[in-house]
């Protein structure tokens, strides 16, 4: 099976569960669990050529451009880390179809945890690192879902809260590690960076590469100081809790040090920054883990704990030491799943989590005290289960170092009892001593469906720990190889006679033992002492950086408009200041045009337009009237200039603009009020003359100093032919080689006119509706708002208007004209008449509504841009052929056309839906509605024949 394939699979069964719930909760399951099998089985029919040291890949080309391909790999570490997620992902869901209640939508449930899967496996399978940022980001916004599953308690929400801020910080930097990674080496792919690693080690970016790559690796995996996430991400299901913690997404963390070990490790920064935070970690981790009472905190702690002994033997930078490191991965996430489901039983049995009350599960429970005692001697690494191999390994690995030997020995040593203390106490205090009388619920051992899945990983525990090279030496020698990049073989035994390792394991297990006895003292002294709570330290600092960002932007914008414009203009200047002195503008190769009469008159025009609109501003119809010159004279400007296509544009937007405008001045104000003082009219002046100056400049500097490169324009004009079909290179840029954007550009003017219809509907309810009620206006001040002239001229007008825009439309392609032009000469016609006889009267004869001309508009133009990949070509390739028919000559045809016309309807319609908008506030405000087509007299009542509005 393809390992895109196996990567895509839990996306697919991602779909299931909200498909089939209807059908019940086993269905649900079953669909999930069918899909996790598939893809399960397609990653294990690898295995024969993973053990010969093949890598199956397979890349499908996505954004070359940025170096983006949909490359995926299936080596050693891929199939560890897939067969954890799949695997233990099979257990969980069954797992989850008996935990979660009825109440519970467990279709949701399933979704977000496919979404999870899925995530995951992107990961692990990605041998593109700019796809593995994609999947990365995925597991945080997923596993976000899934940590507040149950939204309606606050910790879930503050857990998952929590969660996203810190991964998704790290995250960040990480992009930022990872793009500076891919830059050394050369490329994006793994496999290519991966075979790079002197360049990258003697590249200067090398540390910067590294300290943002181990950010978004220590968030993840919850390593010293980004710890505390992990603790209170227990606020989810315990399903999720078993799966995050012992298969995905803080292993994400551990593969990610894991896969780019044999570029990254080698050197003292590695060794020191890698080594010293997974230390400190798994310390802070077990010693944390022995106070908890809550059953989940306290295996998150020492998951934490745990996770900082593979991030301390991966820093150590040797094959031993990765053997190890890969090899506890594997047994922490046998005995963790399988704890955590235990804490669940007890949790679903006994309706608490807490250690004080509890006790005395023995008797009650006995098939779930097996389970939980057998994983937690497992996590305390107590012989002949696999948790002491992988500890005997680690103590080993420590004991024979070169630098810091003697401290890293006794701070693992410490750890290691620590770890056996509070696995100890998960032992006694749970299971062991009386059965008391007083348990919030009577327990008992659940069903076959919650302890089946737990019972099976403590069956690996054993296997492990009794045959350890053939039940998964096999897997570690894959997984070790692909870490340091060379073969590895694995020697592991239940004895390796006594060594320092064997001493300090003994130490450990004693002391634990020891320190579980004089337990309630200690606690005591911990509960008497100070201990910073992170929960309140990570709130804290939101809080200040919530704070400052406030004050922040109201230093620099108080809301208004104006304030933020004169930041944003003043940092473009300060910007284009420091490049103008700074760079090298060069000779001015171009000479000097001659001033013409003609576009001197309309310079001065133009700026006395510009000039009293400033200085008249207040008065808005004046205002508008000063807009439509300027927007005019620009107009003839472009015509000026042979631009023909931009000035049927410019002067089509403005006839649209100024009407729509003109009906919306209706419901305003004659004059905008005095707020601004002298002083700030002033300080305005200065920046905006700023701003005018260095644009000035920049424009006089582009037109006689010419480009330094060649320009783009010239391959346009080259191949507007050759490629679009079409002689107007304007009209081939929007609808072939920029379609992508002008796709964009309809999208957006079609939402925005939906959200002014939106808005509308908002206006016509509440208080607003009630202030428009109360608003009369005098209708009767003209008697002829509809004139017999008007309505006869449009009307003639109409025809004629059509026919122009669908010839406009027509010869777009390789005459000025186009869709955009087509549908404003349309829409300006349809404006005239409904100008002429009412929005009302003409409103009822038009059959087609302006929300579907939109929609229809926007997948017009997505179906047409679909045809390209039929011919396999890009989004959006135009393609075109020559036709003839009886009695006609050869012509063109284009697919741009189906564009154009997607473009023709969004404008049609967006302009439509505006004048909508603004007659239906005008009848809601107590505006007429006449009954015929124009101001004729009533022979009987001599009074325009008209009716009040509903």
């Not at 910790?155 to 830059?183: D, F, H, P, S, Y």
């Not at 704890?339 to 005395?360: C, K, N, P, W, Y």
Request: glycine letters at 10%.
């Amino acid at each position: 099976m393809s390992p895109a394939l196996i990567a895509l699979l839990p996306f697919f069964g991602a779909l299931l569960p909200g498909l089939l719930i209807r059908s019940g909760r086993n269905v649900a399951a079953i669909s999930c669990g069918t899909a996790t099998l598939v893809a399960f089985i397609g990653l294990l029919l690898h295995i024969p050529a993973i053990m010969r040291g093949e890598v199956i890949t397979t890349s499908f080309s996505w954004l070359p451009q940025i170096g983006l391909a949909a490359s995926f790999r299936v080596d050693g570490l891929g199939l560890l880390f897939g067969t954890l997620i799949l695997g233990i992902g099979l257990l969980i869901i069954t797992y989850a179809r008996f935990y979660l209640s009825r109440h519970d939508p467990i279709g949701k449930f399933y979704t977000y945890l496919m979404l999870f899967q899925g995530a995951m496996m992107g990961i692990v399978l990605s041998d593109n690192i700019l796809l593995l940022l994609v999947f990365w980001e995925l597991t945080s916004l997923s596993s976000f879902l899934l940590i507040g599953y149950w939204r309606h308690l606050p910790e879930g929400r503050q857990g998952a809260r929590m969660a996203l801020t810190v991964t998704g910080a790290g995250g960040m930097a990480m992009i930022a590690g990872m793009l500076i990674l891919g830059n050394i080496a050369g490329s994006y792919e793994i496999s290519d960076i991966l075979l790079a690693k002197d360049a990258i080690q003697a590249s200067p970016l090398y540390f910067p590469a590294l300290i943002l790559i181990l950010l978004g690796a220590f968030t993840k995996s919850a390593q010293f100081p980004f710890h505390f996430w992990l603790p209170h991400a227990m606020a989810a299901p315990t399903p999720v809790s078993a799966y995050l913690h012992s298969a995905t997404m803080v292993k994400a963390g551990l593969f990610l040090m894991a896969r780019l070990w044999p570029v990254l490790s080698g050197t003292p920064e590695w060794f020191w920054i890698v080594s010293t935070a997974g230390l400190v970690t798994m310390l802070i981790g077990a010693f944390i883990a022995l106070f908890k009472d809550d059953l989940k905190a306290l295996l998150a702690f020492s998951t934490v704990s745990h996770l900082g002994l593979i991030t301390m033997l991966l820093g150590f930078g040797t094959p031993e030491a990765a053997i190890a490191a890969v090899f506890h991965i594997i047994n922490h996430a046998t005995f963790k799943a399988a704890l955590f489901m235990t804490a669940g039983i007890v949790d679903h049995e006994t309706h608490t989590r807490s250690i004080q009350r509890l006790g005395g599960l023995r008797r009650l429970m006995p098939i779930t005290f097996a389970i939980g005692t057998i994983a937690a001697l497992s996590m305390a690494g107590i012989p002949p289960l696999n948790g002491f191999l992988s500890k005997e390994m680690m103590l080993y690995e420590t004991s024979h170092l070169e630098q810091a030997r003697q401290v890293f020995m006794v701070v693992a040593t410490m750890a290691a009892l620590f770890s056996v203390a509070y696995s100890f106490r998960f032992i006694v205090h749970v299971f062991l001593g009386p059965v008391r009388d007083d348990y919030p619920h009577k327990p008992h051992d659940p069903g076959l469906g919650m302890w089946i899945g737990p019972a099976f990983l403590v069956s690996l525990v054993i296997l492990i720990g009794l045959f350890p090279n053939t039940m998964a030496g096999w897997l570690v020698d894959a997984s070790a190889s692909a870490v340091t990049g060379e073969a590895q073989q694995s020697n592991i035994y239940l004895w390796h006679g006594v060594n320092a390792a064997l001493i300090m394991s003994m130490i450990a297990i004693a002391g634990g033992a020891i320190l579980l006895t004089v337990y309630p003292a200690i606690y005591a002294l911990w509960q008497a002492g100070p201990h910073p709570e992170a929960k309140a330290m990570f709130h804290a600092v939101i809080r200040w950086t919530v704070r400052g960002a406030r004050e922040l932007t109201n230093g620099i914008t108080d809301g208004t408009m104006s304030r933020a414009l004169a930041a944003f203009t003043m940092t473009a200047v300060a910007c284009g200041a420091l490049a103008w002195s700074t760079g090298s503008i060069g000779p001015f190769a171009r000479p000097m045009l001659p001033i013409e009469l003609v576009p001197a008159v309309g310079w001065i025009m133009m700026m006395v337009a510009t000039g009293c609109m400033v200085a008249f501003h207040r008065y808005r119809l004046l205002a508008l009237v000063l807009v439509a010159i300027v927007g005019l004279i620009v107009s003839v400007g472009f015509a000026y200039f042979s631009a023909p296509d931009l000035a049927l544009t410019q002067i089509s937007v403005e006839i649209v603009t100024v009407i729509l405008l003109l009906l919306a001045l209706n419901y305003l104000p004659k004059r905008t009020a005095v707020e601004s003082t002298d002083r700030r009219r002033g300080t305005d002046a200065f920046i905006a003359t700023l701003a005018g100056v260095g644009f000035g400049a920049l424009s006089y500097a582009m037109m006689r100093g010419g480009f330094a490169f060649e320009t783009i324009s010239g391959y346009m004009l080259e191949y507007s032919y050759k490629k679009g079909g079409g002689d107007n290179v304007v009209n081939v840029i929007l609808v072939d080689f920029r379609g992508y954007d002008t796709f964009g550009e309809i999208t957006v003017l079609g939402i925005a006119a939906l959200v002014i219809f939106a808005l509308t509907e908002t206006l016509l309810q509440g208080k607003s509706s009630r202030r428009l009620r109360n608003w009369v206006r005098d209708y009767r001040r003209a008697g002829d708002r509809h004139p017999l002239m008007l309505v006869v001229a449009t009307r003639m007008l109409l025809p004629i208007s059509l026919v122009v825009g669908v010839f406009i439309f027509l010869r777009g392609h390789n005459e000025p004209g186009g869709g955009f032009i087509a549908g404003l000469v349309v829409a300006i016609a349809f404006l005239m008449q409904y100008m002429a006889s009412g929005y009302a009267w003409a409103q009822d004869r038009q059959r087609i509504p302006y929300h579907a001309m939109i929609g229809v508009g926007v997948v017009a133009a997505a179906a047409t841009g679909l045809g390209a990949w039929f011919n396999n070509r890009p989004f959006l390739t135009s393609d075109y052929g020559y036709f003839k028919l009886p009695l006609l000559e050869e012509f063109e045809l284009a697919t741009a056309m189906g564009f154009d016309l997607g473009v023709f309807l969004c404008v049609l319609g967006a302009v439509m839906l505006a004048l909508n908008s603004l007659s239906r506030i005008s009848r809601h405000a107590g505006g007429t509605v006449n009954l015929e087509p124009m101001d004729n007299i009533d022979p009987e009542g001599l009074r325009p024949r008209q009716e009040e509005a509903q």
